[in-house]
């Protein structure tokens, strides 16, 4: 038999899975099977599970770093909207201000929201900074928004940190047909490999990894290992640099 490695790769954050892949005889019960089809089922549901908070956490960690900007926009009452449409439009216009002002290759992930709190319009957005002083950026992005006040820190400390954000910035459903974030275009997505391995090997955490999660399942017909974690210096290595023997 041989083993399949899937990996998902955004920035420093990798998600692999290493399953076997079973080999039917004509033989074979339906509980046989089933025994032999389960390491590989279960193998591949863990590692294509994406919530909207995971696909959220991936397109932050493949397009965002330290530099970047994790701010708040607040409405005062002169300028409250009443519906999205014009929530969208007083981002389409902070956009183009921005990009007038010195950003021309602005990235970003923005998120309206309205039904926590006192149910007030605001909103939150990850942007892509310029190299500049945090206190300059937050200076231009409050003259750029003009709609009341915002609240500009860096982003990506940590790992927590952005899961945490993560899930926050999609708690709230969005009403049917809208979008509950909204990407900039041309933002990196997650790269996905998959390849085939001796069924001899076994995956492990590399060094200088910190790990976030691991499952395993192990009968007499095959297994699974899942691991999520985080390269905490540079790119790291590649999972297939660590199929152990």
Known sequence: MAKQLK????????TACLYTVPRYRSTDSPYLRREKARAASEG?????????????????????????????FEYDPAHLPSVRREVLRDWRRLRAR???????????IYVPEHRHGEG??????ILGGTG??????????????????????????????VAE??????????EVGDRGWIPSLG??????????????????????????????????YGEYIFLKYYRTEGDGPHPKDFLKL
Request: aromatic share 10%.
């Open 187 to 220: 933002l990196a997505r997650p790269s996905v490999e998959s390849c085939r391995v001796p069924d001899s090997r076994s995956l492990v955490l590399p060094p200088g990894c910190y790990s976030i999660d691991r499952r395993e399942i192990k009968n007499e």
């Open 44 to 72: 591949r549901s863990r590692i294509n599970r994406r919530t909207s908070a995971q696909k959220f956490e991936g397109l932050v960690f493949s397009n965002f770093g330290p530099g970047d900007y994790y701010c708040t």
């Open 132 to 161: 500049g002083m945090l206190e300059l950026a937050a200076w231009q992005i409050e003259q750029a928004w003009g709609c009341g006040p915002v609240t500009v820190r860096p982003i990506l400390r940590s790992f927590s940190e």
């Open 98 to 108: 921005l990009r007038d002002g010195g950003w021309p290759d602005l990235r970003y």
């Open 165 to 174: 954000l993560s899930r926050y910035l999609t708690k709230e459903r969005p």
């Open 7 to 14: 990996t998902i790769t955004a920035g420093r954050l990798v």
């Open 120 to 125: 007030r319009w605001h909103i939150h957005a």
